[in-house]
């Protein structure tokens, strides 16, 4: 078993969904990131948090730290919002773990 | 205030050569961080680097991988006698260090193996 698990692992949304990815951790952690991979692309970090909910423009995420599990939501949901959806937790020794990604595609 | 640079961005090497890829942290970072994207696959940590010093490289292949963090100049990540397996993205991240650590992600290097 992954030590992050991520889901769904693909994700096909009409313009305009509520889109909600979800994350689940087993190991402890001093933070959790959200990043976003474009198609051969680089790493853009969207939120680090570790504890409540942070919220960037129509991006909200949020975690759980009893229950071990994050979640990210797009709103209003765009074709550019296409890529891949990486979550990574940060273990107590500061290296990254991460999980095996959501692919988004959004359609006009 | 540039972020964290990577070049080569695009690298081809020949089974047996050496591949030498470069990371240059962000202006007052000195924590570099290395992971791995092999095609299809997920991220991997590799090597967490402070200056001069390796703090962790416990996800280093034991053999033909080597990272080095020098007091002057970027961090290298070098690997010897390339093999079609090492063929991937790699990503090089910093950090200040500070309470918060956030790691900042430079562009990557795709590096294939003919």
């Known amino acids: 078993k992954n030590e992050v698990e991520q889901s769904p692992q693909n994700l096909t949304a009409q313009e305009g969904e509520f889109i909600t990815i979800n994350c689940s951790y087993s190991?402890?952690?001093?933070?959790l990131h959200w990043l976003q991979q474009h198609p051969g692309g680089g790493i853009v970090s969207l939120f680090m948090?570790?504890?409540g909910k942070k919220k960037h423009g129509r991006l909200i995420a949020t975690i759980n730290i009893q229950e071990k599990h994050s979640s990210l939501h797009i709103t209003a949901s765009h074709p550019r919002d296409s890529a891949v959806y990486i979550c990574?937790?940060?273990?107590?020794?500061?290296?990254?773990?991460f999980g095996t990604g959501t692919r988004l595609q959004v359609f006009p | 205030n540039a972020g964290v640079m990577q070049n080569p961005r695009h690298l081809v090497r020949r089974r047996g050569q050496e591949a030498r890829l470069r990371c240059s942290p962000m202006?007052?970072?000195?924590?570099v961080y290395w992971y791995r994207q092999l095609p299809e696959e997920g991220l991997k940590f590799m090597v967490y680097?402070?200056?001069?010093?390796?703090?962790?490289e416990s996800g280093m292949p034991k053999e033909r991988f080597s990272a080095e963090f020098p007091k002057e100049g970027p961090s290298i990540l070098r690997i010897q006698q390339v093999v079609r397996g090492d063929s991937a993205a790699y990503f090089c991240?910093?950090?200040?260090?500070?309470?918060?650590?956030?790691?900042?992600f430079g562009p990557g290097t795709r590096l294939t193996v003919l």
């Open positions: 991240a910093s950090s200040d260090g500070t309470r918060s650590n956030e790691q900042f």
């Open positions: 990574a937790v940060r273990s107590n020794t500061d290296k990254l773990i």
């Open positions: 948090l570790s504890s």
């Open positions: 680097l402070q200056k001069e010093n390796i703090i962790d």
């Open positions: 202006k007052g970072h000195s924590h």
């Open positions: 190991v402890g952690i001093s933070a």
